[in-house]
């Protein structure tokens, strides 16, 4: 939790520092999403002011930065399509229609939120340790060209001072952490060439550009609950976008997480992530805000830039809310191009470059999952690459390991032996049936579990199904060194299966 005690003067005043700059970087981003969705401009600044705040006091990695996202921001585009449609046949239109749409997005979120709670109170964060490195390394690949493109639309129809702008901006971001890091170097960059844009009287595209926020001087979140939280029908059309919505936004978040705690060196809590991110989209969705999740680029500035603690994020939030609410008419003086320019630096910053280098080294399978991954992560989604890569790596995992082997010989009393190694698994099981063969065995045959582990019930099932063909042969079959655990579950030929005091007691992986 947050603690004031734990700053100094000189980090505090780090720490807010940080949190400004990130609380103007997140501007742009928060009025882009909001109209990638189709909602009023405001929705996406209320995101990250609630969210922000709320994930920056509960949240599982200090310093983290959560709001608005086009990952989540992409679900809710086909949510707020179909609400549109249905709405519009009830003779909807113009405001009314819009502010219909939103009512369907907010029960989105109250919905993911509550999904998201579960996840965290189940303590299924630990599941994001599944996720291989080659898709990691994918992920935030991917997720570095996807903020380097995103920045493209700002170029559109702008002329040399957008591009001068830019240059200026991630030179500035270069040189001045060489010289000093007492002030963040993207708090430079906003200051020094805002004040230069404004007294050159240099035409450039500005944030009042895109939209005009001095209509929302003064105005701040009020607690409202959506007109669809009682439709059954309501539910039933958001529930499948409020499940993508609850899985994107963890994966994200989670991902960010383990990028950030490899950046820092120290470990955050996935399943603390988890319930502060449900709770900042649960309560979005009662304050007229859409949901969001981690944001890894403004992550990554704040980080960069001194933010390790709470403050920073909290910073962050307030300070956009300030910005909007009191600010405004300051706010839309900063040009368009400072921020471009930062988020460059931070598509820069993001991308792993050490991963050509070990590209090189990796076994193929794992270079193809990386590869994979990035390119899923630009062209799709986010939550579908990093899916993939773990489906894919859980298959080569599979296929590698399926191989058991045996060692047989004719012992002194002429009864054959059977001596196997490897794992006995689903998918192993056809190898493991093959290595016998009861038709030419003696009448006694003798197989030894002592360097196996039965993985699961296809196991299980794998050894039933040989004890029956060693029956239908009329032929004794012993199962030496079978944990007690595998026995309970064979349901034929009891009688063939040894019960020594050295057998293992290892537990079955299975679903019935």
Known sequence: MFNIKNYTSDNARQEI?????????????????????????????YTAFILGLITAILGGKPGMISGATGSVAVVLVGLAVEATVMLKSQGLSGEALQIGVLQYILLAGIVAGIIQILFGLFRFGKFIRLVPLPAIYGFVNGLAIVIAMAQFKFFHGQGWSM??????????????????????????????????????????????????LSQYKGALPSFHI???????????MVFPYAVIVALVGLIESLLTLTVLDEMSGTRGSGNK???????????????GAMPGCAMIGQSIINFTSG?????????????LM??????????????????????????????????????KKMPKADAFIMVAVTIITIFFDLAIAVIIGVIISALVF????????????????????????????????????????????????????????????????????????YENENKELILRHLSNDCKA??????????????DPNYKVARDY
């Open 17 to 45: 520092l940080s949190g400004l700059v990130v609380a103007v970087a997140l501007v742009p981003e928060a009025i882009a999403f909001s109209f990638i969705v189709g909602v009023n401009p405001i929705v996406g600044l």
């Open 163 to 212: 591009y001068l702008i830019v240059a200026a901006t991630m030179l500035i971001m270069y040189f001045v952490p060489k010289y000093t890091k007492a002030v963040p170097a993207g708090l430079v960059a906003i200051v020094t060439l805002t004040l230069f844009v404004y007294f050159s009287g240099l035409h450039t595209l500005l944030i009042g550009d895109l939209a005009n």
């Open 226 to 236: 959506p007109d669809t939280i009682l439709s059954f029908d309501a539910l039933k």
């Open 273 to 287: 992530e988890c319930i502060a991110l449900g709770t900042g989209n649960l309560t979005c969705g009662f304050f």
């Open 307 to 319: 933010g390790l603690g709470r403050l920073s994020s909290a910073t962050a939030s307030i300070g």
């Open 322 to 359: 300030l910005l909007v609410a009191i600010f405004t008419d300051l706010l839309n003086t900063i040009p368009v191009g400072v921020l471009v320019g930062i988020m460059f630096m931070v598509s820069i910053g993001t991308f792993e470059w050490s991963s050509f280098g070990h590209i």
């Open 398 to 469: 599979a296929w590698e390991h399926a191989k058991i082997y045996a060692r047989s010989y004719i012992n002194d009393e002429g009864d054959k032996v059977y001596e196997l190694e490897g794992p006995l698994f689903f998918a192993s099981t056809q190898t493991f049936l093959d290595i016998f063969n009861p038709k030419e065995d003696p009448k006694k045959v003798i197989i030894d579990f002592k360097r196996t582990r039965v993985m699961d019930s296809s196991g299980v099932e794998a050894i039933e199904k040989l004890t029956q063909r």
């Open 489 to 502: 579950v064979l349901k034929r030929a009891k009688s063939y299966v040894t019960y020594e005091e050295d």
